[in-house]
DNA sequence: TTTCTTTATCGTAATATTGCAATATACAAT
DNA sequence: ATTGTATATTGCAATATTACGATAAAGAAA
């Protein structure tokens, strides 16, 4: 099928599926690389940066900026995106409180 | 094309993406959720649990195994999967320096 | 041995994702 | 007004993912 049936999991469940899911890309991961290394960025490095055509990491910013993990602002002709805090701290808690979760487990089985 | 270009990104992008994207589905989130609840695990719990056919759980229990978030031990004609610490660790990490570095980020430009 | 239970695999259909060339858009510069 | 620069969108081909019915495999129970 393809399709996700997301109906069936909890708001909490989907929101942090589609977090992890715009991660999931070795392209996006090294935006958010060089988003970090860099204090103002703009698609166009990235075109010089990444082995891929622009429309290509256009369409890879589209998508972290629908998870919310980065947001774009309009400079002149040029587009200045960054990370967005917030998006970051969800998914840090996230892990976070596994990770806690799993060190208070008493019967590990494996 | 449907194809990653891999091997244009570092083995620790990949590695981050891997392990991400194995996350970016809410049924597999939803089990890893069931595997923090309970202290021992088997798939036919989750049957029960997920509105999801067997098959299908079964194919999610295996992209979360091949990115090394869980691993399963046989018992008997059962099978007990845990969540595999290393991978929660390694994620988390990643995130909380991400989350490091933004912070330290002087010209927040956004 | 037969049957039941549990999990995995195969095959297949439907949909999603990735990537890029071509093109559009929109502002800047001349 | 024309040209150049930066980014987005469209359209398409190739591949991946999701889901499930049917079936296989393998140990447990009878």
Redesign the pocket.
Known sequence: ?????SEFFTDKQNSIAQLT?AF??P?RIAIIEHLLKVDTC????L?DELP?????I??????LKNAGIIK?NIT????CYCIDEKAIDKIQNYFSSISTRLNNKKNKCC
Not at 1 to 5: E, L, N, S, V, W
Not at 52 to 56: I, K
């Open positions: 099928m393809g399709i996700t049936k899911k999931g890309h392209a703009i698609c166009g490095e075109v891929l055509a622009q429309p290509t256009s369409q890879h910013l589209k998508e774009g002149g002709n040029a587009i």
